[in-house]
């Protein structure tokens, strides 16, 4: 049944229209995030430049006010001269506005001349002042900056002490009225609303540009240290905060370092980011504009391109449910119609690649995967039934039927699945060919179904290579108390090879008299040992060490044949064969032979 033309052409129209739209969108919102970001870096130095332009000038300030005080204390006190310390002290009142009163103190911490604004000056040994703050700290670091307090609860106030170059010049204590920072701060403006402020490290107020706050003896200082503490922890940059207003800002704030005040350069964020605003809906016109140009055009392209594309859908619905001979037709000379040729290419090349696919995961269940791939793409026909020269390879657990007799289960599962990694690695590695595991008994052929350069050093080298890899893993079954060994039987001889079986179950094998001799070697080997024909002695005794362990009667043979064992499995062991009756140790063992591991 064919579908309504409407859902089509609904969902093509909507791609085109993306297609227009998203791009659109997503440049808009580009260009607005770079432009905010460098908003924000251009807001940062602003505020930064603000902030650290009011930290010199408190720093100026105090600088300023310890150089007028340490002027006062530069020569030794003498007797009689506490009236000339007044007129210093009168003096510096009126060169520096922003000092109250003045307290001059004399070696021992006697105050020896007091000075005021709003107090009656005196002269005259005074009050002890040895265990004030200030004088402790004055001769401790020489400058003393205490902390803001409130005089009358409304003014802030803060003392500087600054003692002489030497210890009998004494010390002056200022008491220093912090309004006049008021013109610092009032002096910044950032914006058209926004401002600085100065917060000691209690949260307390120093400056506003707003007065009235400062004069409330530290009214709403949990605001400001809240302020100060999270904008403090941006560590120099500009962060988006709750001001102390509780209206939005972006403030940035820098220390005063002689006085460990905290500046803090604030904007309220309706006017920082009110450039972002204006492009924003310049912006969200364009893509308004964009919009209604994007429907127009999806609109007629949809229509232009209902019938193909519906072709194209069809088809690729089709290919998905593996219907690879489906082709399509579209004659519209122009892209459409090569579309279609290529797509029709394209269902080709899939059903060749899935047959392909499907014959080498064939091949690759009983094959070793290069070995597959090369089938693959050599003859097929090396599958079919035919006569070869092989090397066939039994490999046989010894102790095996015994150990599952008292094991459970899953330890028995556990065994195997390490003796078949090691024999199936061991394998592949070797580009032989794993017919089968039979329990824990395993045939390889060599030779077969790929021909191979001299199959019978290649096959005395991998079962040395799987002898070694099994007993290997037997290490870790004996330390588990599982004595279990391995021995590997190796015949060639004529065999014919083919695949086997029915109703879509093939197994490649190979039936012959060699199979049946390296299957009866293979039980004859004891653990670690490797037997070998005739015909693989003869073809491999200048490779190998080997040695005869004499004849034996094989079960379906007419006469005893003649045994051979590797005796040595490192490839660098000296080649040639051990007499029969020789010193080889061949005799003296029950087959003969002990094999050490591969070097």
């Given at each position: 049944m064919?579908?309504?033309?409407r859902?089509?052409?609904?969902?093509?129209?909507?791609?085109?229209?993306?297609?227009?739209?998203?791009?659109?969108m997503?440049?808009?919102?580009?260009?607005?995030?770079f432009?905010f970001?460098?908003?924000?870096?251009?807001?940062?130095e602003?505020?930064?430049?603000?902030?650290?332009s009011?930290?010199?000038?408190?720093?100026?300030?105090?600088?300023?006010?310890?150089?007028?005080?340490?002027?006062?204390?530069?020569f030794?006190?003498?007797p009689?001269?506490?009236?000339?310390?007044r007129?210093?002290?009168?003096?510096?009142?009126q060169?520096?506005?922003?000092?109250?009163?003045?307290?001059?103190?004399?070696?021992?911490?006697t105050e020896?001349?007091?000075?005021?604004?709003?107090?009656?000056?005196?002269t005259?040994?005074?009050a002890?002042?040895?265990?004030?703050?200030?004088?402790?700290?004055?001769?401790?670091?020489?400058v003393?900056?205490?902390?803001?307090?409130?005089?009358?609860?409304?003014?802030?106030?803060?003392?500087?002490?600054v003692?002489?170059?030497?210890a009998?010049?004494?010390?002056v204590?200022?008491?220093i009225?912090?309004?006049?920072?008021?013109?610092?701060i009032?002096?910044?403006?950032?914006?058209?609303?926004?401002?600085?402020?100065?917060?000691?490290d209690?949260?307390?107020?120093?400056?506003?540009?707003?007065?009235s706050?400062?004069?409330?003896?530290?009214?709403?200082?949990?605001?400001?240290s809240?302020?100060?503490?999270?904008?403090?922890?941006?560590?120099?940059?500009?962060?988006?905060?709750?001001?102390?207003?509780?209206?939005?800002?972006?403030?940035?704030?820098?220390?005063?370092?002689?006085?460990d005040?905290?500046?803090?350069?604030?904007?309220?964020?309706?006017?920082a980011f009110?450039?972002?605003?204006a492009?924003?809906w310049?912006s969200?016109?364009l893509?308004?504009?964009?919009?209604v140009?994007?429907?127009v055009?999806?609109?007629?392209?949809?229509?232009?391109?209902?019938g193909?594309?519906?072709?194209?859908?069809?088809?690729?619905?089709?290919?998905?449910?593996?219907?690879?001979?489906?082709?399509?037709?579209?004659?519209?000379?122009?892209e459409?119609?090569?579309?279609?040729?290529?797509?029709?290419?394209?269902?080709?090349?899939l059903?060749?690649?899935?047959?392909?696919?499907?014959?080498?995961?064939?091949?690759?269940?009983f094959?070793?995967?290069?070995v597959?791939?090369?089938?693959?793409?050599?003859?097929q026909?090396?599958?079919?039934?035919?006569?070869?020269?092989?090397v066939?390879?039994?490999?046989?657990?010894?102790?095996?039927t015994?150990?599952?007799?008292r094991?459970?289960?899953?330890a028995?599962?556990?065994?195997?699945?390490?003796y078949?990694?090691?024999v199936?690695a061991?394998?592949?590695?070797?580009?032989?060919?794993?017919i089968?595991?039979?329990?824990d008994?395993?045939m390889?052929?060599v030779n077969?179904?790929?021909?191979?350069?001299?199959?019978?050093?290649?096959?005395v080298?991998?079962?040395?290579?799987m002898?070694?890899?099994?007993?290997?893993?037997?290490?870790?079954?004996?330390?588990?108390?599982?004595?279990?060994?391995?021995?590997?039987?190796?015949?060639?001889?004529?065999?014919?090879?083919?695949?086997?079986?029915?109703?879509?179950?093939?197994?490649?094998?190979?039936?012959?008299?060699v199979?049946?001799l390296?299957?009866r070697?293979?039980?004859?080997?004891?653990?670690?040992q490797?037997l070998?024909?005739?015909i693989?002695?003869?073809?491999?005794?200048?490779?190998?060490?080997?040695?005869?362990?004499?004849?034996?009667?094989?079960?379906?043979?007419?006469?005893?044949l003649?045994?051979?064992?590797?005796?040595?499995?490192?490839?660098?062991?000296?080649?040639?064969?051990?007499?029969?009756?020789g010193?080889?140790?061949?005799?003296?063992?029950?087959?003969?032979?002990?094999?050490?591991e591969?070097?």
């Amino acid at each position: 049944m064919t579908r309504p033309r409407r859902s089509l052409f609904i969902k093509y129209f909507i791609t085109l229209f993306v297609a227009v739209v998203v791009p659109l969108m997503l440049g808009s919102a580009s260009e607005a995030w770079f432009a905010f970001r460098d908003n924000r870096l251009y807001l940062n130095e602003i505020l930064q430049v603000e902030a650290r332009s009011a930290a010199d000038r408190i720093q100026a300030f105090t600088d300023g006010i310890r150089d007028q005080l340490g002027w006062v204390v530069q020569f030794p006190w003498t007797p009689g001269e506490d009236d000339r310390r007044r007129i210093d002290g009168l003096r510096l009142l009126q060169q520096v506005p922003a000092i109250v009163s003045l307290s001059m103190v004399d070696a021992t911490g006697t105050e020896r001349v007091f000075v005021s604004r709003v107090s009656m000056n005196r002269t005259g040994r005074g009050a002890d002042m040895s265990a004030d703050p200030a004088v402790i700290g004055a001769r401790a670091h020489r400058v003393w900056y205490g902390p803001v307090h409130y005089q009358r609860d409304s003014e802030p106030y803060m003392r500087i002490a600054v003692a002489g170059n030497r210890a009998a010049a004494g010390i002056v204590v200022a008491d220093i009225n912090l309004k006049l920072i008021w013109d610092i701060i009032a002096g910044i403006k950032i914006g058209d609303t926004g401002h600085a402020l100065i917060v000691d490290d209690t949260g307390r107020l120093v400056a506003h540009p707003d007065i009235s706050l400062v004069l409330r003896s530290g009214a709403g200082a949990g605001d400001f240290s809240r302020l100060k503490s999270e904008v403090s922890a941006a560590n120099g940059s500009a962060v988006t905060t709750t001001g102390e207003d509780g209206t939005p800002v972006v403030a940035l704030s820098v220390r005063a370092a002689n006085v460990d005040w905290t500046v803090i350069a604030e904007q309220p964020v309706l006017e920082a980011f009110e450039s972002i605003r204006a492009a924003l809906w310049r912006s969200l016109i364009l893509i308004v504009i964009g919009i209604v140009f994007a429907s127009v055009l999806a609109y007629w392209r949809a229509c232009r391109m209902w019938g193909p594309i519906r072709q194209l859908e069809n088809g690729v619905e089709r290919i998905g449910m593996g219907q690879f001979d489906h082709r399509i037709t579209i004659q519209s000379r122009d892209e459409l119609e090569q579309l279609a040729i290529r797509f029709n290419q394209m269902a080709e090349e899939l059903g060749a690649s899935q047959q392909k696919s499907e014959r080498i995961n064939r091949l690759k269940q009983f094959l070793a995967p290069q070995v597959a791939e090369l089938v693959e793409h050599s003859d097929q026909r090396l599958l079919d039934a035919h006569r070869r020269d092989v090397v066939a390879i039994f490999g046989d657990l010894r102790g095996f039927t015994a150990f599952t007799a008292r094991a459970e289960p899953d330890a028995i599962l556990a065994v195997l699945k390490q003796y078949y990694e090691a024999v199936g690695a061991v394998t592949a590695r070797h580009e032989a060919t794993l017919i089968r595991f039979a329990g824990d008994g395993v045939m390889v052929l060599v030779n077969a179904p790929v021909t191979c350069e001299n199959p019978a050093y290649r096959g005395v080298r991998l079962a040395i290579d799987m002898q070694a890899a099994v007993q290997s893993v037997a290490g870790t079954w004996s330390a588990g108390g599982c004595a279990i060994g391995f021995g590997v039987g190796v015949a060639m001889g004529h065999a014919t090879v083919g695949t086997l079986g029915y109703q879509g179950r093939l197994d490649y094998t190979a039936i012959g008299s060699v199979v049946n001799l390296a299957s009866r070697l293979c039980s004859m080997a004891d653990d670690g040992q490797i037997l070998l024909d005739p015909i693989i002695n003869e073809r491999v005794k200048d490779s190998f060490a080997l040695a005869s362990i004499g004849e034996r009667p094989i079960k379906g043979y007419d006469r005893a044949l003649e045994i051979f064992a590797v005796t040595r499995m490192d490839a660098s062991a000296p080649t040639g064969r051990v007499d029969r009756a020789g010193g080889s140790g061949a005799e003296r063992s029950r087959h003969g032979l002990t094999l050490t591991e591969t070097a």
